[in-house]
């Protein structure tokens, strides 16, 4: 059952993974494993939503003494259609923690996909645990929540310094394509002329990065986030409308 000297969210996620739930980690307790810190004291996770997995994690969330605790109910319908499931553990060792569970992100492939490649690390502890590949975090990430953006930047930034030294191709065009701090976009497209040719068609913020000076690279920047925060809202908006819906008919007694 875990090791007595893991973190309350450690005991958690060891807590599902002893009842074999599939599941990836993201939220900002990924963000901490890929060296982007963040404080939290809750636990965002994608899940395989069939059947038998769902039994499972409910297994994992009756050890954890948690309960769900706002609308949507605990359903496969529900996670199929987008919605987050909240649970709150009770359990005395994990007690205050939240899990936030998902089954369906915006832009973001299926969970099989997502679980082909997954990133796995181990703690010092001895514990595995599986995490959104880092593209695929980095994507989860684009939301009209203010608190994202600077977070997709540190992530991007952490991978970089930590890479920039020896990098493959693949990481090369992964900052090309998600980095969102000027000065590494400049120098990538000094350093990775053949690649800055292959990758500046798929974001027009690139031709901008050779032409134009930091303040117009920020301007890009700046609209590629008011983009993608309306993209989120729009695609929240019946998600949003439904659950007040849910909502009013839970308090009004007839049920969801």
Not at 102 to 110: E, F, I, K
């Amino acid at each position: 059952m875990g090791h007595l000297n893991q973190n309350p969210i450690h005991r958690v996620l060891s807590t599902l993974r002893s009842h074999e739930v599939r599941f990836l980690l993201s939220g900002g307790q990924a963000c901490i494993f890929y060296g982007a810190a963040e404080f939290s004291r809750d636990a965002d996770i994608v899940i395989l939503a069939e059947p038998e997995n769902l039994s499972r994690l409910s297994k994992g969330m009756d050890e954890l003494d948690a309960v769900c605790i706002a609308v949507p109910p605990f359903s496969e319908d529900y996670l199929d259609r987008g919605h987050a499931i909240h649970f709150r553990c009770r359990r005395k060792d994990v007690a205050g923690i939240r899990i936030d569970v998902m089954s369906v992100l915006r832009g973001v492939d299926g969970f099989e996909d997502l679980w082909a490649r997954r990133t796995t690390v181990t703690t010092e502890s001895g514990d595995a645990f599986d995490l959104l590949a880092l593209p695929d975090l980095v994507q989860a990430k684009k939301t009209q929540r203010d608190k994202d953006w600077p977070m997709l930047r540190r992530l991007i930034e952490a991978n970089y310094e930590a890479n920039r030294q020896d990098p493959n191709q693949e990481q090369i065009r992964f900052w090309f394509r998600e980095a969102r701090t000027p000065s590494i976009l400049v120098k990538l497209a000094t350093e990775y002329p053949v690649d800055f040719a292959m990758v500046v068609q798929d974001r027009p913020l690139l031709g901008v990065v050779r032409i134009g000076g930091v303040e117009a690279v920020q301007a890009g920047l700046a609209e590629e986030e008011a983009t993608e925060r309306a993209r989120d809202r729009e695609y929240w908006a019946p998600l949003v409308s439904e659950l007040e819906r849910i909502r009013h008919d839970h308090v009004s007694g007839r049920g969801a």
